[in-house]
Nanobody
Framework: QVQLVESGGGSVQAGGSLRLSCTAS?????????MGWFRQAPGKERELVAD????????DYADSVKGRFTLSQEYNKNTLYLQMNSLQSEDTAMYYC???????????????????WGQGTQVTVSS
């Protein structure tokens, strides 16, 4: 049973920073194709924030967060981090960690392809 546990959300002023963490358990690292972060604000569609391909460490970011958000991986702790800088009110949302297995759709770009989801962590940015 794979579990993803997020932490690090909270409330900050515009221009501030947060670091989100996603720790995975109950799986073999070799079975995971990619991991990523999605977010959803009230009344809006769920959207991709960033993702990482585990074998290569290659990352990708939504245009809206490029230059402000950074993904990193701590191998020994099976943890994915999202460093969020220069936060704006438009970043306010529930943030979810995801994982995609080999043998599935092999995409981290759409929510329907994710095999596992964390419980979500709330990020609120005040003007």
């Amino acid at each position: 049973q794979v579990q993803l546990v997020e932490s690090g959300g909270g409330s900050v002023q515009a221009g501030g920073s947060l670091r989100l963490s996603c720790t995975a358990s109950g799986y073999s690292r070799n079975s995971v194709f990619c991991m990523g972060w999605f977010r959803q604000a009230p009344g809006k569609e769920r959207e991709l924030v960033a993702d990482m391909y585990i074998d290569s460490g290659s990352t990708d970011y939504a245009d809206s967060v490029k230059g402000r958000f950074t993904l990193s991986q701590e191998y020994n702790k099976n943890t994915l981090y999202l460093q969020m800088n220069s936060l704006q009110s438009e970043d306010t949302a529930m943030y979810y960690c995801t994982a995609v297995r080999y043998g599935s759709g092999l995409s981290c770009k759409v929510p329907s392809a994710a095999n596992y989801w964390g419980q979500g962590t709330q990020v609120t940015v005040s003007s």
